[in-house]
């Protein structure tokens, strides 16, 4: 009975083939808007959860104060008031793992006829750990290197291939603001950060060597600002307030006084642009939702429409036998298989699009089983549901109002 009613809803739909493939279009452009919108959405939100990652977890930076000079305010980072021994105090409070103290600047760097201007980072080396940044080649400099102030170097992976191409690159010497540096290892790269930085534009050197060799300092042991990284981030809101607490303490601020640093919580920051890229890609997936309801509206008129032509082929049915249940299934199964088909169209022809975006648009894109899988189920549904109503009224008719009908 099943292969019957089935062959019977097949040949009915044979019988005009472009209605059947007009009506099917709309669930095949439902499906594939679906498809490709979800695959932009969840590509959107893998980029800036690649971006976060590479920032570091649970990560604070920590700003010195801004200078004011002839009623003009400096930005944060001007004013000399944040120390190492700082760094120190806060490696001590529970919840931090681990603080990198960081004088950073500007410099030209040459290597043979090659230069090349870029940010030189004077730090220690707990700032590897605390951004989670391997070494694509030779090796880290030590705390040794910071107390002697050695003039060695790490290169990110851009300022590698500017000034050396594909030649090899630990062991040779470059030259930083005119001193001589050699260059013990390559950072991996990271790419751009959340605020489309080249995060691989950057050299480190020991922190001693900046402030004493490359940049200088206005005092003793200055820096500009502190990466701190908490133990986890179930303690973040409160290892930020102990952070407050204690810098306002050591630089004897009163109460009521504005504090001459700035804690920047990173990992808040990274939260709130990930649900940011979360909430747009549900967006662009209701966006795309409404033309599967416009499918399904589509099905449901054309599936009444032939209901109305073929209603004297309903009353013979009747006529000689024909149960209710076995017009509804007849009708049903019509409406299955445009929604089935159609989605299975629509299901491949999205994968394409969302192919097709990526290699165009060098857009990150990812198609996942699970949102595939969810969007042709969605779209079934749908389908079904909207064929059921004219199904439902042709089981319905009266056999004698069905044979007297024109």
Known sequence: MFMTLLSQAWSAMGANKLRTFLTMLGMVIGVSAVVVMMAVGQGAQYSVQQSIESMGSNMFIVLSGSTTAGGVRAGGGAAPTLTVADGDALAE??????????????????????????????????????????????????????????????????????LFGDDEVVGKTIRIRNSPFVVVGVLASKGQSLDGRDQDDTILIPLTTAQRKVFGTQFQGSVRMLNVQASDAKVMDAAEKSMNELLRQRHRIREGMDSDFTVRNLTALANSAAETTRIMSLLLGAIASVSLLVGGIGIMNIMLVSVT???????????????????????????????????????????????????????????????????????????IFFGFYPARKAAQLDPIEALRYQ
Request: charged residues 15%; glycine residues 10%.
């Open 93 to 162: 409070l529970p919840g931090i793992l681990s603080v990198a103290p960081i004088h950073p600047g500007s410099a030209q760097i040459v290597y043979a006829s090659n230069n090349w201007n870029t940010s030189v980072f004077g730090t220690t080396p707990s700032y590897l750990d605390i951004r989670n940044w391997p070494l694509e080649a030779g090796v880290p400099f030590t705390d040794s290197d910071v107390r002697s102030a050695t003039r060695v170097a790490l290169l990110g992976k851009t300022v590698a291939t500017t």
């Open 309 to 383: 032509e073929r209603t004297r082929e309903i009353g013979i049915r009747m006529a000689i036998g024909a149960r209710e249940r076995d017009i509804l299934l007849q009708f049903l199964f019509e409406a299955i298989i445009i929604s089935l088909v159609g989605c299975l169209i629509g299901l491949l022809l999205g994968i394409g699009g969302a192919l097709l975006v990526n290699i165009l648009a060098k857009t990150a894109v990812i198609i996942s089983g699970s949102s595939a899988l969810i969007a042709f189920g969605v779209a079934a549904a749908v389908g």
